[in-house]
T-cell receptor
Framework: KAGVTQTPRYLIKTRGQQVTLSCSPI?????VSWYQQTPGQGLQFLFE???????NKGNFPGRFSGRQFSNSRSEMNVSTLELGDSALYLC????????????????FGPGTRLTVL | EDKVVQSPLSLVVHEGDTVTLNCSYE??????LLWYKQEKKAPTFLFML????IEKKSGRLSSILDKKELFSILNITATQTGDSAVYLC???????????FGKGTRLSVIA
């Protein structure tokens, strides 16, 4: 079974631009979560989607948004990029959503390394 | 505020050494604790611990959870250079909530 894939793998943008990152979950997985990873803050949760609905959102400004499509693929968008947005953006998929019924774990993609100049 | 704290932040050992990585947590509605290994990019799942005192093993790696003292340890015996990675601890809470991650322990194993 193919793993989680993320595109692009590397991206360089300048301040003020916007960026869209893509994540394709493992086949059959319907939940996609996004994380930002930086050396100083570690892994921080951005949002989770399940069946095209955002179920959770972390403490990030409104410049960070996402969506999920009917085939469970997800995109994350960051508008008006700032230098501090430079990070590794990881996507993780799981079969079910967060909640009391969750017993499965999340499987991570290789990430997109975003550099903002 | 829920938090997960890992220690040490980094560690350098020689091949063959045994290491113990620590993870303590303060969260509401704890459900499970997870360990991941991150070598270059994608964290890969190691263990999920839900019950106190039950050790989980996978080869040279083992982990145990203490729900009374709110911590977990990850042991790696007879370390190899391939064990060099960042080890992440995360807590899964009940309810519709996401994982909370610690900042990780960077382990470097030198020959």
């Amino acid at each position: 079974k193919a793993g989680v894939t993320q595109t692009p793998r590397y991206l360089i943008k300048t301040r003020g631009q916007q960026v869209t990152l893509s994540c394709s979950p493992i086949s059959g997985h319907r939940s996609v979560s996004w994380y930002q990873q930086t050396p100083g803050q570690g892994l921080q949760f951005l949002f989770e989607y399940f069946s095209e609905t955002q179920r959770n959102k972390g403490n990030f400004p409104g410049r960070f948004s996402g969506r999920q499509f009917s085939n469970s693929r997800s995109e994350m968008n960051v508008s008006t990029l700032e230098l501090g947005d430079s990070a590794l953006y990881l996507c993780a998929s799981s079969f079910g959503p967060a909640g009391p019924a969750r017993t499965d774990t999340q499987y991570f993609g290789p990430g997109t390394r975003l550099t903002v100049l | 505020e829920d938090k997960v704290v890992q220690s040490p932040l980094s560690l350098v050992v020689h091949e063959g050494d045994t290491v113990t990585l620590n993870c303590s947590y303060e969260v509401t509605n704890f459900r499970s604790l997870l360990w991941y290994k991150q070598e270059k990019k994608a964290p890969t799942f190691l263990f999920m611990l839900t019950s106190s005192g039950i050790e989980k093993k996978s080869g040279r790696l083992s982990s145990i959870l203490d729900k009374k003292e709110l911590f977990s340890i990850l042991n790696i015996t007879a370390t190899q250079t391939g064990d060099s990675a960042v080890y992440l601890c995360a807590v899964l809470r009940s309810g519709n909530t996401p994982l909370v991650f610690g900042k990780g322990t960077r382990l470097s194993v030198i020959a």
